[in-house]
């Protein structure tokens, strides 16, 4: 319990400080969003492809 107590405080941390960011530095923020979102985007099309790929059974049916 004393685990998920500490992850939620440092949640709720980290939303402060983004929320801080945004309101202060929108247009640095918006940048970062621009960097992950070119870094990430064809990453997660790919996993999206290779989940709907459908899945070989080795059982004996």
């Known amino acids: ?5 500490a992850l ?3 949640i709720a941390i980290l ?3 983004f929320l801080a960011m945004l309101i202060f530095m929108p247009d640095v923020m918006s940048q970062v969003y621009s960097t992950l979102g070119a870094l990430f ?3 997660l ?9 459908p ?3 080795r059982g004996r049916y």
Do not use: E, Q, T, Y
């Open 55 to 57: 899945r070989k059974r």
């Open 15 to 17: 939303i402060v400080i």
């Open 45 to 53: 099309i790919l996993m999206v492809i290779v989940a709907a790929l």
């Open 1 to 5: 319990m004393s685990f998920l107590k």
């Open 8 to 10: 939620l405080r440092n």
């Open 41 to 43: 985007g064809p990453l």
